[in-house]
């Protein structure tokens, strides 16, 4: 079993800068790709940003120049570097992490955004 750990999550002001990790452990074998899903009140769970292995990466529109992504492979952590966060940005922020034999995410921390 792999067991994600999310962190970072808070409430902060418009234009600030927040980020978010998340560790996984337990029977891995190897990492595949790590991603960020977010989820607001009332929305549908949106893809934010995804890195491969390999480092490849891509992201919304709606966060290109704003959000980074970037892992550490040898503690199994995946990170989101949020800046100039905007209120529309509030919802609960999940992890989602493969290895070889399936997909697993995370309880989600959640992220808000005041003016």
């Known amino acids: 079993q792999v067991e994600l750990v999310e962190s970072g999550g808070g409430l902060v002001q418009a234009g600030e800068s927040l980020r978010l990790s998340c560790a996984a452990s337990g029977s891995i074998f190897r990492l595949n790709a790590m991603a960020w899903y977010r989820q607001a009140p009332g929305k549908q769970r949106e893809l934010v940003a995804r890195i491969s292995f390999d480092g490849y990466t891509n992201y919304a529109d709606f966060v290109k120049g704003r959000f980074v992504i970037s892992r550490d492979n040898a503690k199994n952590t995946a990170y989101l570097q949020m800046n100039s966060l905007k209120p529309e940005d509030t919802a609960v922020y999940y992890c989602?992490?493969?290895?070889?034999?399936?997909?697993?995410w995370g309880q989600g921390t959640q992220v808000t955004v005041s003016l």
């Open positions: 989602w992490v493969s290895d070889v034999r399936r997909a697993y």
